[in-house]
């Protein structure tokens, strides 16, 4: 079985990694000249990490990964208002969770997929010939390649679905707001948020901070706005936009890097009816981006690439093993993205009343039982997608199936 992968990001390397594991031909393409080294903290737990589990990169992606105390949010002059600590997470997910810089997650990926995977950078995808019984990709050095199945693992931009489904406009559900990610040298401040998760408290934007091993400190910020557009200049529109913000806030800003060294987008989701289309398929957020306000994109990305190979392994057709594909996922995907959308108004306060009910909740929520409860709705629902894959698990070789 050949499959053609579009996208070299944390989805495509991981359903590379599987695929690969049971057999098949695999060629992954990316538009990219080379890894990507923008992109912000996350906290990884969930099926994606029973997923990382059960294909051998877990212990690399908590070398990789950062010990966290706490979350605090921050006054305009630097001060504590209110915190929690990490450890609350942790019980609810029984210490199955590691922070991690999304760089260093898909790192960790790349290293576990082999040699026999051909990966083709700075190449991006032209035209798809869809058809019932395989699929024709046209590439942009003029090459093609003839394939049983091509997955979309390009983002929440995808090149793929639009080609195969439709304009993205019809998928897309923006959430009200634009966030950015880079990093900067600053020895004092490192210093200072070393251990820590620091947010500002502050109404309708926020800068977080967090210390990298390099002593550079990554900056994650997110702010409201009615317009999806993103601008011509990130730079010029995140220092704007920030400007008013105390504390490290206007170190930060002098030192942000220029535009093609920051990460900057829309904060959205994709909702779709169907994630596939003769054997054309989407993962990842390029299916069913959750969006940050949900926590757990790269989480859902690395489930969803599991699952897929899971279902192409153990079926006697593609067809049947896109469906199941789906029928497994997708209930799980709704949940996290319903959970995004009744967030919003507390991930960042839209008045000073939300911002005072924020800090009164955090406070709360170190009393016992209360700490508890906060932390498993931050959580939300866990599932046993993976686990029960695995223990089923045939290891069926794609290149005999199908």
């Keep these: 079985m050949k499959v053609v992968i579009c996208g070299a990001g944390i989805a495509g390397l991981a359903l590379a990694q599987r695929l690969d594991a049971f057999g098949a031909e695999v060629?992954?393409?990316?538009?990219?000249?080379?890894?990507?080294?923008?992109?912000?903290?996350?906290?990884?737990?969930?099926?994606?990490?029973?997923?990382?589990?059960?294909?051998?990169?877990?212990?690399?992606?908590?070398?990789?990964?950062?010990?966290?105390?706490?979350?605090?949010?921050?006054?305009?002059?630097?001060?504590?208002?209110?915190?929690m600590r990490f450890a609350q997470f942790a019980k609810i997910v029984n210490g199955r969770l590691v922070s991690i810089m999304r760089p260093d997650l898909e790192r960790a990926l790349r290293e576990h997929v082999s040699d026999r995977v051909e990966v083709r950078h700075a190449t991006k995808l032209t035209r798809i010939d869809n058809r019932t019984d395989g699929v024709t990709v046209t590439l942009s050095d003029d090459s093609t390649i003839e394939a049983d199945l091509l997955v979309g693992a390009d983002g929440i931009h995808s090149t793929v679905r639009r080609q195969v489904f439709g304009p993205e406009p019809q998928f897309l559900r923006y959430l009200g707001f634009h966030t950015a990610a880079y990093s900067f040298d600053d020895a004092d401040i490192h210093a200072q948020v070393t251990g820590q998760f620091c947010l500002t408290d502050?109404?309708?934007?926020?800068?977080?901070?967090?210390?990298?091993?390099?002593?550079?400190?990554?900056?994650?910020?997110?702010?409201?706005?009615?317009?999806?557009?993103?601008?011509?200049?990130?730079?010029?529109?995140?220092?704007?936009?920030?400007?008013?913000?105390?504390?490290?806030?206007?170190?930060?800003?002098a030192a942000c890097p220029p535009p093609e060294q920051v990460y900057y987008d829309q904060v959205a989701q994709i909702d779709m009816p169907t994630w596939s289309r003769d054997r054309v398929v989407l993962i990842g957020d390029a299916a069913h981006a959750v969006s940050l306000l949900a926590g757990?994109?790269?989480?859902?990305?690395?489930?969803?690439?599991?699952?897929?190979?899971e279902h192409l392994s153990r079926t006697d057709t593609i067809e049947t093993a896109l469906?199941?594909?789906?029928?497994?996922?997708?209930?799980?995907?709704?949940?996290?993205?319903?959970?995004?959308?009744?967030?919003?108004?507390?991930f960042i306060p839209a008045t000073t009343r939300q911002l005072r009910f924020r800090r009164a909740a955090l406070k709360l929520a170190r009393l016992p039982v209360i700490d508890r409860y906060v932390a498993a709705a931050l959580v939300g629902k866990s599932t046993a997608v993976i686990t029960n894959l695995h223990a089923t698990s045939r290891q069926t070789p794609l290149s005999n199936a199908m």
């Design 27 to 83: 060629v992954v393409v990316e538009k990219a000249p080379g890894p990507r080294t923008q992109g912000y903290m996350i906290d990884f737990f969930g099926p994606g990490y029973d997923a990382a589990e059960a294909m051998g990169v877990l212990p690399r992606i908590r070398e990789l990964g950062y010990h966290v105390e706490e979350m605090t949010y921050r006054d305009h002059n630097g001060r504590r208002r209110s915190r």
């Design 202 to 253: 502050t109404v309708n934007r926020q800068m977080g901070f967090y210390a990298l091993r390099d002593q550079r400190v990554a900056v994650f910020t997110v702010h409201r706005t009615p317009d999806p557009a993103l601008p011509a200049d990130p730079r010029a529109a995140i220092r704007h936009e920030y400007a008013a913000l105390g504390w490290a806030a206007p170190r930060a800003l």
């Design 296 to 309: 757990q994109g790269a989480s859902l990305g690395i489930t969803g690439a599991y699952v897929l190979a």
């Design 323 to 346: 469906q199941r594909y789906e029928q497994a996922l997708r209930p799980v995907v709704t949940d996290k993205q319903q959970a995004a959308r009744d967030g919003t108004r507390w």
